[in-house]
């Protein structure tokens, strides 16, 4: 509550006329009401401030995840390669990510050397020429402008008649693989991606629970 001081008149002075007293009460109060409201307004602008702030630093920490399937390398060599990058500005924390093939979970790109050799009838001896790298992301934190290897396999030399043969049809058959995978930020963000052409789709969280990770071998 705004208490209007009063105005003492000095001794021997005229009184001064009610108009008068009126005008200084009233431009107190609106002194007082234009400080108000001056102070709201710093106070919106403040908070829109924070809230654009936040919102940048969000921005700036926010990861995405981009998976490569390729079979040539940058020097120009013939080999399968399935890499997973970070392309976002912040680190991406990978709870789970699965590999598919014709609906069914790969535990590791091995069984999907299993599957291939049994649809193209190859019977493979031992691991002659399969001489394949694997690796895993989930469960760890891919920072921002990494990449992770998660499957890599050169072309075997044509001497090499089976293992050949069996990278020729898992190279065809390799698009057949659909991934996905669930990753959160440093502010706990979550989102699922396909690795196509739709954006990352936000979650509450990532639940492993139920998941079957593709974890090399």
């Known amino acids: 509550m705004i208490e209007i001081p009063k105005i003492v008149k000095p001794q021997g002075a005229e009184q001064a006329p009610r108009w008068f007293h009126i005008a200084v009460a009233l431009s107190m109060v609106l002194s007082a009401g234009a400080s108000l409201v001056s102070a709201l307004r710093t ?7 924070v809230e654009q702030n936040a919102r940048l630093v969000r921005a700036g920490s926010t990861p995405i995840l981009q998976l490569t399937n390729s079979n040539y390398t940058r020097d120009g060599k ?21 590999a598919r093939y ?6 590791h790109f091995g069984k999907f050397l299993e599957l291939q050799a049994n649809e193209l009838g190859i019977e493979v001896q031992g691991n002659q020429g399969l001489f394949t790298v694997t690796g895993s992301v989930a469960g760890d934190v891919l920072s921002a402008g990494r990449e992770r290897r998660l499957w890599s396999w050169p072309r075997p030399d044509k001497a090499e ?10 190279d065809r058959a390799r698009g057949a693989i659909s991934y996905e995978a669930c990753y959160c930020s440093v502010f706990d963000e ?19 629970k139920g998941h079957t990770n593709i974890n090399g071998g």
Not at 85 to 96: D, K
Not at 102 to 107: I, R, S, T, Y
Not at 194 to 207: I, Q, S, T, Y
């Open 43 to 49: 106070s919106a602008t403040m908070s829109n401030l």
């Open 78 to 98: 013939y080999e399968i390669q399935v890499t997973v990058e970070n392309a976002g500005t912040g680190p991406a924390r990978i709870v789970w990510m699965e």
């Open 102 to 107: 014709k609906d069914q979970p790969l535990k």
């Open 161 to 170: 008649a089976v293992a050949h043969r069996l990278w020729m049809g898992t």
């Open 190 to 208: 979550c989102w699922t991606t396909r690795f196509d052409d739709e954006l990352p789709k936000a979650v509450a969280r990532c639940e492993a």
